[in-house]
């Protein structure tokens, strides 16, 4: 799990508490970008939190770490990471929470074609019309989202 945060540690209080409890997670990671570094009293607290979710029925220990960045980007939760010791990588915001569950069913989706990319589309917009995407080609297609809008945000 990559979770990118930014000045709402309650949240991600809350957030790291719940993917600590997921079958399957290997290792939670924080993107950081603050200027200041997390407090050692937030480290603290959150590596208590995954550290008492190991207790429970799982098989593996789950690690936890915060990945600092001098810069405030968004476009950090994109670099590099070091240490993985997983193919798969969920990057998530702090605000969304997925049931355990599907995460599970998404990874093994995944497992199925490893190549591909699967995700969540959380940021959705709700409106009063049908909105339809089409494609103009010979193999013409059309996509409608009936009440909603869903809306990808590119730094480019």
């Not at 937030?42 to 550290?51: D, F, T």
Request: with cysteine; net charge negative; proline share 4%.
């Amino acid at each position: 799990m990559l979770i990118n945060t930014w000045k709402r540690n309650d949240l991600l209080k809350k957030t790291v508490a719940h993917y600590a409890q997921c079958n399957g997670v290997d290792a939670i990671r924080v993107v950081w970008s603050e200027p200041d570094p997390p407090s050692d009293s937030l480290y603290s607290e959150l590596s208590q939190s995954v550290a008492s979710s190991n207790v429970h029925e799982k098989h593996q220990k789950i690690s936890f770490q915060f990945d600092t960045h001098d810069k405030d980007d968004l476009n950090n939760r994109f670099k590099p990471l070091k240490g993985l010791h997983t193919d798969a990588i969920l990057s998530i915001d702090d605000d969304v929470v997925v049931p355990c569950a599907l995460l599970e069913f998404s990874f093994s989706a995944w497992l199925t074609a490893p190549d591909s990319m699967v995700g969540f589309v959380p940021r959705m917009h709700w409106i009063d019309s049908m909105v339809c995407l089409k494609q103009s080609n010979a193999n013409a297609r059309e996509i409608c989202y009936y009440g909603a809008l869903l809306l990808f945000l590119v730094d480019v």
